[in-house]
């Protein structure tokens, strides 16, 4: 089986991937995909995006030994610390390099879609940076559930518009953004906040967000002399944080790369997001992936107690690290998130986002000899979901 | 020859294509909105098979496409009801719909079924020129299926040539970039558009559609094609007052008259 993990010229990794986009989008995401390479890789925008990280997100994030976690589960477990950045969580190493992109191309206006708002807000923040116009997409149900990052988008200057459809969430945002996409073709650069979407988009921003595992190569080889980890673990919805602390990794067949996806109440009940255990190939947003769908090949609502991870596809990089068993994917439940994020808050004196929180809930699903080092990436912090921690306070003394 | 085909040979002008989504407003009315559309003397009729994720349609589809699937239609169900379709009409019929659950079904499984039922022609927004060139054309060939493809206002008239020399049947030209959606006006920049594509003097014949509602943008579309294609405002009628070949007739009427 081929094993390259970079997506070839087509946007194929492997089988998975392509830009499935109708003749309306052909143009937008053709003209993007004929510069976005060459500029993103020069020295000229290497430099800005660098200074922005640096200096306006705070990177580079830190990677913290997490001492009582590692007595618990018997293994030396880091956490790279992604819930540090401005704005909370990774997706801003994703906005900043999206945002200078559209700069170069001389696009005036921005849209995103948003799931838990993570990246909505991530956007409206460089928008404002930037002095851009900036319109987000967000299921209805969503924005009643993370309301306070409706309200850090509205603040920093964005029009978050509601996705009405399906479950009102995530997909359906997303739907919103590509139609809006249709309609302004010319001013607008559409800020994709995952590894999904039409090529070149899961491979741009996997390369953004790769700048985590880039620090993770010097930070591990400081403090173990060893670059290479035994695990990495980090939660998958779309998949933009792993691909992120996965990127460096990826042909070092020696370090172990799990992916934990959204059971929500079950992979064997109908409400769950685990797209990677239940979804079948497909094409979804403009890519052939793995995607959650009835025998008619019609796309099936996902669930998630996370807003972030609640979306029935998954990246293709990751459809392909599943296929061919480079990676590894589990998957747990709402409840086991919630504890997981209960023992790091205890433990650790750490809130994690809710999707972080399924990252840390696989640790003990796995079985670790006592040298084995292994990194958790923390991908967002756990302000937004301060609703759901104080509804769960009653299971955890 | 197939009936796309014929059709573009006899008749040059004025042509009408009208879309619905099949299990709208109810399960079982597909076939008899293709009998009304019949006999109301349309020229060609586009089958909408309706997905759970139209990111090419407006509101009007949007929410037939929905209703379509509470009814609970499938496209194996649509094959079903269409089996003995060619006993009420002759007109070409294409199906429209998005590659998904095509894809689910097996393209060539699909294709197969389609030649069966005697629909002669496929449009699939999201199935790039590209992709359908790599690994599906030779099916189609096969089943004698003609897949359309669409232009839009953004598509560079290098690449307007090329699908036009490998184009069968016509092209589906899409009028704005927009959504499907009715609208009331051609706006100067549409007109400017539409007189641009006829001076190419393309050798595959036009259907504009999106944003084509009535007597005015038909007529307008018209103007400078094969004919045009109608969608969201005929859907949107099927609402009105009346039985359904009432609405219908009515309907044709408005246009054609």
Redesign the interface.
């Known amino acids: 089986m081929n094993e390259t993990f970079i997506s070839d010229k087509n946007g194929y990794y492997g089988e998975f991937g392509g830009a499935f986009v109708p003749e309306m989008l052909r143009q937008n995401v053709e003209s993007l995909r004929a510069v976005y390479y060459n500029i993103i890789e020069s020295a000229e925008f290497k430099k800005e995006f660098n200074m922005l990280l640096r200096d306006y997100a705070g990177r580079p994030s830190p990677l913290f030994f997490a001492n009582r976690l590692s007595n618990k589960y018997g293994a030396k477990i880091y956490l790279k610390r992604e819930d540090l950045n401005h704005t909370g969580s990774h997706k801003i190493n994703n906005t900043i390099g999206q945002i200078l992109l559209a700069k170069k191309m001389g696009k005036t206006r921005i849209i995103a879609e948003t799931g838990a708002g993570q990246h909505g807000v991530a956007t409206a923040t460089v928008c404002a940076l930037m002095g851009m116009e900036c319109v987000v997409y967000m299921g209805e149900t969503d924005m009643v559930r993370q309301e306070p990052n409706v309200k850090r988008m509205e603040i920093l200057g964005a029009r978050v518009v509601p996705a009405r459809c399906g479950n009102k969430t995530l997909k359906d945002a997303t739907n919103e953004a590509l139609r809006d996409w249709i309609c302004n073709p010319e001013n607008t650069f559409y800020i994709i906040g995952s590894v999904v979407g039409p090529h070149p988009y899961p491979d741009m921003v996997a390369r953004f967000q790769s700048v985590i595992s880039e620090e993770l190569l010097t930070q591990l080889s400081v403090k173990e002399g060893n670059e290479d980890p035994d695990y990495i673990i980090a939660c998958v919805g779309g998949g933009s944080n792993a691909a992120g602390i996965f990127y460096h990794y990826i042909n070092r067949k020696n370090v172990k790369l799990v992916g934990v996806e959204a059971a929500g109440e079950g992979v064997n009940t109908a409400r769950t997001a685990a797209t990677i255990s239940v979804g079948e190939p497909g094409i979804i947003h403009g890519c052939k992936t793995l995607l959650m769908q009835n025998e008619d090949g019609q796309i099936t609502e996902p669930y998630s107690i996370s807003a972030g991870l609640d979306y029935p596809g998954v990246g293709p990089l990751h459809a392909w690290l599943a296929k061919t068993g480079r990676a590894d994917y589990l998957n747990v439940t709402d409840k086991k998130a919630l504890t997981a994020a209960y023992e790091l808050i205890r433990l650790e004196g750490i809130i994690p986002a809710l999707e972080s929180a399924h990252a840390l809930a696989a640790l003990g699903k796995l079985n670790f000899k006592k040298t084995d080092i292994v990194v958790v990436n923390i991908s967002g912090r756990g302000d937004k979901d301060m609703q759901a921690y104080i509804e769960a306070k009653k299971m955890f003394k | 020859m197939n009936r796309i085909e014929k059709l573009f040979k006899t008749k040059k002008k004025n042509i009408l294509s009208i879309y619905f989504t099949a299990g709208y407003p109810e399960l079982n009315h597909t076939l008899s909105i293709i009998r009304e559309l019949d006999k109301s003397g349309v020229d060609m009729i586009e089958i909408g098979i309706p997905?759970?994720?139209?990111?090419?349609d407006?509101p009007v589809i949007?929410r037939s496409s929905?209703k379509a699937?509470h009814n609970g239609i499938?496209?194996?169900l649509i094959f079903e009801q269409l089996a003995r379709v060619r006993e009420i009409t002759d007109l070409p019929l294409i199906f429209m719909g998005?590659?998904?659950?095509?894809?689910?079904?097996g393209f060539e499984n699909f294709l197969h079924k389609c030649s069966e039922t005697d629909i002669d022609g496929t449009i699939i927004?999201?199935?790039?020129v590209?992709?359908y060139r790599k690994s599906y054309e030779s099916f189609f060939e096969k089943y004698n299926i003609l897949n359309i493809?669409?232009?839009?206002p953004?598509?560079?008239n290098e690449r307007i040539g090329y699908l036009d020399s490998i184009a069968k049947g016509f092209l589906y030209m899409?009028s704005t970039?927009?959504?499907t959606g009715a609208t009331n006006n051609f706006d100067d920049s549409q007109m400017t558009y539409f007189k641009k594509i006829n001076n190419l003097n393309l050798k595959t014949p036009r259907l504009i559609g999106f944003g084509i509602s009535n007597k005015v943008t038909f007529n307008q579309a018209c103007d400078y094609s094969n004919g045009a294609i109608i969608g969201s405002a005929f859907i949107r009628s099927l609402d009105e007052d009346g039985t359904l070949p009432e609405t219908i007739h009515r309907f044709i009427g408005q246009i054609r008259d």
């Open positions: 997905f759970s994720d139209p990111v090419a407006g949007q929905e699937l499938s496209l194996t998005y590659l998904n659950p095509v894809f689910k079904f927004p999201d199935l790039p590209e992709e493809f669409l232009i839009s953004q598509t560079p899409v970039t927009s959504t």
